[in-house]
């Protein structure tokens, strides 16, 4: 029973990702008919975005430690009803304060409640296939621009803003809540919360010297600018081409084949990760991606955008579940929500970075090629960080014997 019921955790974790990941990115597409009716600036609306990513940071690691504590569920299930209930409170919002404060804060921490303890319940759950179940689980969290993109596209061309992210609240809540039900602790840490497991990596390790070790620093570090590359191009790729004539719906839909090419992308990182190792192929991804990021300055055309967005999506995505089956190779079980969270907080410092520079960079020049530059070196950074991670010499061993 426990062997097939993973593959519900897979699903559910799926769909919570895809609707709270998708609510928190509709504000891209809200953002030139919020500015139009209420007539802040871009720049201010853009920095919800940014307050958002820093909420998530700060809440990975809090709802992380939970989750590892009371289990994935209630964790879950608190992160659904408070996203919806911030979502509805953020379209009445009188004043840009107050949306930077709603969106930004609110929606920004419950959002971080379903990745690190979806991701840490998933590794827990599978000893074999780890990186495809991840990668499905990230999948999920990828059908977001496929899904909520357009649907915030077609709701707020067909009701003012306000009423179309009244109408993301509700959609939030009739799906996340009866999801975040479906969510169960691992096996083999049901009835004996502190129980690490014979096998386990590092069993005898505290989060305190997990977290002071090399190894979870680099991964910190290696996902800030991994995250950092890829956060501009994203937030700021349907407003560049919308400024170079592409029709909003049409650069909505660049998103969307972001998105599409970003499940082939998770998919096959996440197999060719069980086949060849997940830091092997995330170092070659994490090259690949600082070129692809790089190519969207020199696009103009829709057709253009299309191509740098397939390669964009597929890179990026797939690069992203990789990161938990290295930490779950490398640390306790007990420990993932913590050690994921604390990954997931440096992710979201790297995704913090882009709306805001974005936006800045864009006011000041004129131009989105130099954010698309930025993001081309923090991406290179990213690459060479990660080439000087090293797993814990115990785990090398355990590896070679298995």
Not at 57 to 73: K, Q
Not at 77 to 83: E, N, T
Not at 312 to 329: D, K, N, Q, S, W
């Amino acid at each position: 029973m426990a062997h097939s019921y993973r593959w519900v955790i897979v699903a559910a974790g799926g769909l919570l990702g895809c609707v709270a990941v998708g609510a928190m990115f509709s504000l891209p597409v809200f953002l030139r008919p919020m500015s139009q009716d209420t007539g802040w600036s871009i720049t201010g609306i853009s920095a919800a975005m940014t307050i958002g990513f820093l909420a998530m940071a700060v809440a990975s690691l809090v709802w992380g430690g939970l989750s590892d504590r009371f289990g994935p569920r209630p964790v879950v299930l608190a992160g659904s009803i408070v996203l919806a209930a911030s979502l509805a409170l953020a379209s009445r919002a009188g004043s840009l304060v107050a949306f930077q404060l709603l969106f930004g804060v609110l929606v920004g921490a419950a959002t971080a409640a379903v990745f690190a303890p979806m991701m840490a319940c998933v590794t827990g759950w599978f000893e074999t296939q780890r990186g495809l179940a991840v990668s499905l689980v990230s999948a999920g969290m990828g059908m977001a621009p496929m899904t909520m993109s357009p649907l915030a596209a077609w709701l707020v061309t067909a009701y003012d803003w306000r009423v179309a992210m009244q109408i993301i609240a509700g959609i939030a809540a009739a799906l996340m809540i009866p999801a975040a039900l479906l969510v169960r602790r691992p096996p083999a840490l049901e009835g004996a919360q502190a129980g690490a497991g014979a096998d386990d990596a590092q069993s005898g390790m505290t989060v305190r010297q997990a977290m002071a070790s090399p190894q979870f620093i680099t991964l910190m570090l290696a996902n800030f600018f991994c995250c950092a590359t890829h956060s501009g191009p994203i937030f700021h790729t349907v407003s560049y081409a919308v400024t170079c004539g592409v029709p909003m719906l049409a650069a909505v839909s660049i998103y969307s084949v972001e998105g599409v090419a970003g499940m082939f992308g998770r998919i096959g990182f996440g197999l060719a990760g069980d086949r060849f190792g997940a830091q092997r192929i995330l170092v070659l991804g994490l090259l690949a991606q600082a070129f692809a990021v790089l190519a969207y300055a020199f696009v103009g055309q829709l057709g253009a955008f299309y191509a740098v967005a397939v390669m964009v999506g597929f890179i990026y995505a797939g690069t992203m579940p990789l990161y938990a089956v290295i930490i779950r190779e490398n640390f306790p079980l007990r420990m993932m929500g913590a050690i994921i969270g604390g990954t997931a907080m440096a992710g979201s410092l790297g995704m913090s970075t882009g709306p805001l520079l974005g936006g800045l960079i864009y006011d000041h020049f004129g131009s989105y090629a130099p954010m698309y530059a930025g993001s081309w070196v923090m991406g290179l950074a990213a690459m060479m960080i990660l080439m000087t991670f090293r797993p814990f010499p115990q785990r090398q061993a355990a590896v070679v014997v298995a």
